[in-house]
């Protein structure tokens, strides 16, 4: 048994420890200056790599100056690793963000390293990233390993040299053994895996045991770790994930290229628009063969087109006309942007379709130029209609005063010749009716005004509009309107002109002897009523019914000497399809035609309480006649309203030319009833209506326009401004007289249209 107390062994003993430590620190010692290396290096790579993924989000942070995101993304780095204090500097040198690990020794620490801050919109620098490395840690840990290896290398090179040493292999040997073979058993993956205790000593001078501690504490600081690894990759693979599900969720394709202009990352929209299955290009060595790009001469391959522009390195926006191999052509728009401070992707591509873009574009521009070609269509129009429609005016008037004269009435000859006149004025202004009418369908610019209306009294005034025809044509007309068929959900105006069209048609187009009847019958279930006008003309084939509602075709009655220009029954269906309702026909040759307008039934308004309509005095109750005013600058058109109201002699007439003269006269001496041209010299006459409006002593004046212009627009704006009613040109004289009287009783609807005389 060796003597552990003895001189000899003992000094042995030293002298082989001795040894053996001087071995082991030179081995040891050049081992762990390689190993420190290696870990200083991994640190470096480790640093490098994180300042490289930090850099562009600490940049970007910079220019949005986004100081909670530069602190967040500066502790992310001192975290641990090599770096222990990060400093976000400005260009001005001012520190924005200085952080550091706790327990950072300065001392210990190298010289900062300073790397400019760069972001796409700004070539210069905007910023410094300032980072200090320490590798106090790594020295650290080359300590612990020492530590950790020096009693089993001490013990190895004693036991070489002593050979046989009993004790150390009894004391120590057996004993490393025992715990290499527990560490062997250990399960690596396994993290609450720890060695046995060591029997038969309390261990607080056995190193065995306290090795055995210290392994456990290892353990137990590695389990920790890998935890903490785990779930940092778990966060950061969620996070890759999300990123991953944004980029793949883009409408635009988004291409990631390394500087060899291999895809490092490509979202499904971009293989999409390649023409490529999702997730086929991730990975892809090359672009080249996928798509090509047409061109002023012959199409060239995507990468040739792409080549030149990625050389430039600069951000740039270009428009192609892409063809990929799988996919329909599109037109497209290439964005192209340079990476910095990544190691793999050098640049980003975002290619956007933007052919339905471009097709919009062209739709709106294609219908801006269609709504000007019809604005100027209508303008040109009212302008023809107001042009056509004064001397008109002049024409139907006389030719009206010429039928009352005594001469004129004497001479059947002369008095045909007036009525023919009058009637082809009448023709003339009906033609020019439609064509507005027309016009405003087309261009979706015509307004109504939908509420109930009585039947009755439009139907018998429409059948008075064609008494003078039916009479010469001696067509008999026939009028039955039941009282539970009497109001309908429209517009008056265009009811009227409704009843008129198909009244005109059917005794137009009738025989000598022939009738009309006009009746109205709740239409079924009482929602509706059907107005429905016959008569026992020339009657319709299959094939005239087919284009009946074609513009401008008469159905070949071109020959039969009836006026006509072929839109009056387009102008009605669209007329009645616009108040909600239809329009039908039933036709025989050679026995008539059947026309049903079917409308919504309506109730019959509340009669209006007392006191609701604002009634002008009747000067005939005061004995003396009415004073009329006309403010018209047109000679031509006073002396047709003079021949108009010298038909009354209970009316007198004054006509001022111009706007100024008007108001003047209106102030000297007021009228009881204005009649108002729109157009003159010095202005239009909605200015004089605002001025009667706004003077306490004329408000409530009634006032009739006059006027050419038979424009919608117009004619509300003369309503709206307070005019009791508006007569277009040219002019009828019964009618304009009827609604002179309903004026000054204060009863008098708007004439919206005016009154044609048709």
């Not at 500097?89 to 550091?100: E, I, P, T, Y």
């Not at 102030?667 to 706004?694: C, F, K, N, S, Y």
């Not at 003077?695 to 006059?706: A, E, I, N, S």
């Not at 009613?725 to 249209?753: C, H, N, W």
Request: net charge neutral; with cysteine.
């Amino acid at each position: 048994m060796l003597r552990l107390n003895s001189s000899l062994v003992t000094r042995m003993i030293v002298s082989v420890a001795a040894f053996g430590i001087a071995v082991f620190l030179l081995v040891g010692g050049i081992e762990l200056w390689r190993e420190r290396g290696e870990l200083t290096r991994s640190a470096h790579v480790r640093a490098d790599a994180a300042l490289g993924l930090s850099s562009p989000p600490i940049a970007l942070a910079l220019w949005n100056y986004d100081l909670a995101t530069l602190d967040l993304l500066a502790r992310n780095l001192v975290r641990d690793g090599a770096i222990v204090r990060v400093q976000v500097l400005a260009d001005d040198g001012k520190a924005l963000v200085d952080v550091w690990r706790p327990g950072f020794d300065s001392a210990r620490a190298g010289a900062p390293l300073d790397l400019p801050l760069k972001v796409a919109a700004r070539p210069a620098a905007i910023g410094t990233l300032r980072v200090s490395e320490s590798f106090a840690e790594i020295d650290a840990q080359i300590e612990r390993r020492a530590m950790q290896r020096l009693p089993w290398e001490l013990l190895k090179v004693v036991a070489i040299a002593l050979g046989l040493l009993w004790v150390m292999h009894r004391l120590v040997t057996r004993r490393l053994l025992a715990l290499v073979h527990d560490l062997r058993d250990l399960k690596i993956d396994d993290p609450l895996a720890r060695l046995p205790a060591q029997a038969g000593s309390d261990g607080s001078g056995d190193e065995v045991i306290v090795l055995s501690q210290a392994l456990n504490r290892f353990l137990d600081a590695r389990a920790s770790e890998s935890l903490r690894r785990e779930a940092a990759e778990q966060q950061l693979r969620a996070g890759l994930q999300e990123r991953s599900a944004i980029l793949g969720s883009l409408r635009d394709g988004l291409l990631a290229l390394d500087g060899s202009m291999a895809v490092r990352y490509a979202n499904d929209a971009a293989a999409r628009l390649l023409g490529q299955p999702a997730h086929a290009l991730a990975g892809r060595s090359t672009l080249a063969g996928l798509a090509t790009v047409a061109g002023p001469g012959s199409a060239v391959d995507f990468v040739e087109w792409l080549a030149p522009r990625l050389r430039r390195r600069e951000a740039r926006t270009d428009r192609l006309t892409l063809q990929p191999g799988g996919a329909p052509t599109i037109e497209a728009q290439a964005q192209i942007t340079p990476v910095s401070g990544a190691r793999e992707v050098v640049w980003i591509v975002v290619i956007s379709d933007i052919s339905d873009t471009l097709r919009t574009r062209a739709a709106e521009q294609a219908r801006a130029a269609a709504e000007a070609a019809s604005l100027a269509k209508t303008e040109f129009l009212s302008r023809m209609s107001h042009e056509l429609r004064t001397p008109l005016n002049a024409i139907v008037g006389f030719a009206q005063s010429l039928s009352q004269d005594p001469v004129v009435q004497g001479d059947p000859k002369r008095r045909e010749g007036v009525a023919l006149i009058e009637r082809a004025g009448w023709h003339l202004t009906g033609m020019i009716s439609d064509v507005l009418d027309l016009s405003r369908i087309e261009s979706g610019r015509l307004r109504l005004t939908l509420g109930p209306v009585d039947l009755a009294p439009l139907a018998r005034d429409a059948l008075a509009f064609v008494a003078a025809d039916a009479e010469r044509d001696q067509v008999m007309c026939a009028l039955d309107i039941a009282d539970d068929a009497r109001w309908v959900h429209a517009d008056p105006v265009r009811v009227e002109q409704v009843l008129v069209n198909l009244l005109s048609n059917a005794v137009k187009y009738n025989r000598a002897g022939g009738q009309v009847w006009l009746r109205a019958r709740p239409g079924p279930g009482g929602s509706t009523v059907q107005v429905t006008v016959r008569d026992t003309g020339l009657g319709m084939t299959p094939a005239q019914l087919d284009g009946l509602y074609q513009s401008f075709n008469r159905l070949g009655r071109e020959s039969s000497g009836k006026p006509g220009a072929g839109i009056g029954l387009v102008v009605t269906r669209t007329l009645v399809s616009l108040m909600q309702g239809q329009l039908s026909v039933r036709s025989q040759p050679g026995q008539g035609s059947e026309f049903t307008v079917t409308l919504p039934a309506a109730q019959s308004p509340a009669e209006p309480a007392d006191g609701e309509m604002d009634v002008v005095s009747d000067p005939r109750a005061e004995g003396r006649p009415r004073r009329l005013l006309y403010v018209e600058d047109d000679a031509v058109n006073a002396l047709v309203m003079a021949a108009l109201v010298g038909r009354r002699p209970d009316l007198t007439l004054e006509v001022c030319g111009t706007l100024a003269e008007g108001l003047a006269h209106l102030h000297a001496r007021p009228p009881d009833l204005l009649l108002l041209d729109m157009q003159l010299p010095d202005g239009r006459g909605l200015e004089l209506l605002h001025a009667i409006a706004a003077d306490p002593r004329l408000r409530r004046l009634p006032v009739v326009m006059v006027s050419a212009d038979a424009m919608d627009e117009t004619v509300n704006a003369a309503i709206a401004a307070g005019a009791r009613a508006y007569v277009t040109k040219p002019l009828a004289f019964d009618e304009v007289l009827r609604q002179i009287d309903a004026v000054m009783a204060g009863s008098a609807t708007t004439m919206a249209g005016g009154l044609d005389g048709r």
